[in-house]
């Protein structure tokens, strides 16, 4: 027992990470702020094989271990190995299950990553429902879970907190806390639908309206992320030039009058003062918000970067355009001249 009360306290030391976030260990721990200690919800599964997990089932019976990755991830990659030694070794009171964030990955990557490396847990493909549930923040992040369905540990490293969160959480009570049931957000909104209401605080300080009845201009959105040039030139360089050719072709746009436009960052491995320095280093001449809980992203549901939805004067989203096209100029230009429909 006085065993077990020290791993407590030291996880609890753990936790307790500083609000300013800046390594991936610190990320994790600051989203984990609002999770640790919290009962974990009620959600079912589907994994790429197609095999259903009922999470709600597992709890009281079995501590869970969630990792959050993906197939670009070099510190995934590089913890792989702990990772697949932690299932063949977790036993009966221990789930360990994969979860690809979906980010700039497919399938047919995660699948092929898994041939090569062997790997052998259940990996679930997320649409972005888990990573609202569990505040995704980076790559790895370790969700963990003990057997009374308390979440016990969020972090990024495959250390000994890691270790000890894992022990922890299979010596909990295995009698169960009251789930609760996963987060809903707002229905998905795609091309054809009308843009929601929404607002977005921008860099510069500035309220962009969604729905600003005085501009009857286009408006365009440009989802990106802040490291997609840099980071992902050496394991997807294909979408770091795709990310690269449309700032470009954004900013040489952008100058004119024929729309309006939004540049939403996702706070996947992404802070403002990330987002301020992508700013000053690449001048993308748009104005630029973080979507630090992913909200935007999920709404909209954009999963790769970079992706622009195009709306017309009367709101109406009319085109999603996933990378570069030709005939973007022109075609906010001829929005631009159309006049709003009557209602």
């Known amino acids: 027992?006085?065993?077990?009360?020290?791993?407590?306290?030291?996880?609890?030391?753990?936790?307790?990470?500083?609000?300013?976030?800046?390594?991936?260990?610190?990320?994790?721990?600051?989203?984990?702020?609002?999770?640790?200690?919290?009962?974990?919800?009620?959600?079912?599964?589907k994994?790429?094989?197609?095999?259903?997990?009922?999470?709600?089932?597992?709890?009281?019976?079995?501590?869970?271990?969630?990792?959050?990755?993906?197939?670009?991830?070099?510190?995934?990659?590089?913890?792989?190995?702990?990772?697949?030694?932690?299932?063949?070794?977790?036993?009966?009171?221990?789930?360990?299950?994969?979860?690809?964030?979906?980010?700039?990955?497919?399938v047919a990557d995660v699948r092929k990553y898994r041939q090569a490396m062997g790997l052998h847990m259940p990996i679930v493909f997320d649409d972005g429902t888990l990573d609202q549930a569990f505040q995704l923040r980076v790559t790895p992040q370790h969700v963990v879970i003990g057997r009374d369905g308390r979440i016990l540990y969020v972090g990024h490293m495959a250390d000994a907190k890691l270790d000890a969160a894992l022990l922890a959480a299979r010596t909990t009570s295995g009698v169960p806390v009251k789930s609760v049931q996963a987060?809903?957000?707002?229905?998905?909104?795609?091309?054809?639908?009308?843009?929601?209401?929404?607002?977005?605080?921008?860099?510069?300080?500035?309220?962009?309206?969604?729905?600003?009845?005085?501009?009857?201009?286009?408006?365009?959105?440009?989802?990106?992320?802040?490291?997609?040039?840099?980071?992902?030139?050496?394991?997807r360089p294909g979408v770091a030039s795709s990310c690269r050719a449309v700032r470009k072709q954004v900013a040489a746009l952008s100058g004119d009058d024929h729309a309006r436009w939004l540049g939403i960052?996702?706070?996947?491995?992404?802070?403002?003062?990330?987002?301020?320095?992508?700013?000053?280093?690449?001048?993308?001449?748009?104005?630029?918000?973080?979507?630090?809980?992913?909200?935007?992203?999920?709404r909209f549901r954009v999963m790769h970067v970079p992706t622009l939805l195009i709306v017309d004067a009367d709101g109406r989203i009319v085109r999603r355009v996933e990378g570069t096209d030709a005939n973007l100029a022109a075609e906010l230009k001829s929005l631009a001249k159309r006049q709003a429909p009557a209602r």
């Not at 959105?221 to 840099?230: A, D, G, H, K, Q």
């Not at 992404?270 to 301020?276: H, I, M, N, T, Y």
């Not at 748009?286 to 935007?296: F, M, N, V």
């Open 1 to 45: 027992m006085r065993y077990m009360a020290l791993l407590f306290v030291m996880l609890l030391a753990w936790v307790s990470a500083p609000l300013h976030a800046d390594t991936g260990q610190q990320r994790a721990e600051a989203a984990g702020h609002g999770l640790v200690g919290s009962p974990a919800p009620r959600m079912v599964l």
């Open 47 to 106: 994994t790429i094989d197609g095999q259903t997990i009922d999470l709600a089932s597992l709890y009281g019976k079995k501590a869970v271990y969630l990792k959050f990755w993906a197939t670009w991830c070099v510190p995934c990659r590089e913890q792989m190995p702990h990772f697949e030694h932690t299932f063949e070794q977790a036993g009966p009171d221990l789930a360990v299950i994969a979860i690809d964030v979906g980010f700039d990955d497919t």
């Open 183 to 235: 987060p809903k957000e707002e229905p998905p909104v795609d091309v054809g639908d009308h843009l929601p209401a929404f607002t977005a605080r921008t860099l510069d300080g500035q309220t962009f309206h969604a729905q600003d009845a005085g501009k009857k201009l286009p408006t365009a959105l440009v989802f990106l992320s802040p490291w997609c040039e840099s980071y992902l030139a050496t394991s």
């Open 265 to 298: 960052a996702s706070g996947l491995w992404a802070s403002k003062d990330d987002l301020g320095n992508y700013q000053r280093k690449y001048h993308p001449g748009i104005p630029l918000t973080l979507d630090e809980s992913g909200a935007l992203f999920r």
